[in-house]
């Protein structure tokens, strides 16, 4: 056999050889590869969203985006779509991601139904006494009695005919009754009726009583 022949047998032997090598360094690295990261849709804001304003176009203010698990927020909207009128009840900047906590839910929708033009939901500290033991619900009607302490003690009518929007929590332990409880009682007023609310409760008690649903009298001289 010639040399040169003997010379061109040894260098592809070798540069095979080399391929060989290189394709199962490659094999290797392949499947000592991480595992592709999983991900999940979230909704992100593409502009500034108000709060406790239906979206009526979401496609133009909002996209989805792709974040890993472990770094998604907890109870992501993945769908653009679910938010088709839908409201926030916090203000978002843009490139911000939605969660369910985000929005509003129906118990608030339902409140905010019930307050009239030109009223607003004002929330007043309360205790189980001072909401006649705890039976005052949503949609009473109620007088507002405010007690002062000092110098002397007084006592006067603050408001009357007062609509309840919402009252603390409900005690389920008894089903048949659902006894209302909580520290706060939500009211709807006018920005009037809510100084004085305000006013009333930083200068003594406020108690809550129960009118009848029919009764529409008002006394004089508050």
Known sequence: MKPKTMILMVVAVACGLGASYMTSKLLARNNNAAPPVETVDVVVTTARIPSWQPIKDPEKVLTIKKYPVDVAPKKPVSKIEDLKDKSLNVFLEEGKPITEEDLVGKDSQDIAAKIMPGQRAIAIKVTAESLAGGF???GSRVDVLCTIRSPEVSSRVLLQNM?????????????????????????????????RLSLGQSMGDLRLVV???DDAEMVGNL
């Open 136 to 138: 005052i619900r949503p």
């Open 163 to 195: 609509l309840i929007l919402a009252v603390g929590e409900i005690d389920t332990k008894d089903s048949s009754t659902k006894t209302l409880i909580g520290s706060t009682a939500t009211l709807a007023a006018t920005l009037e009726e809510g100084s």
């Open 211 to 213: 009118r009848r649903p």
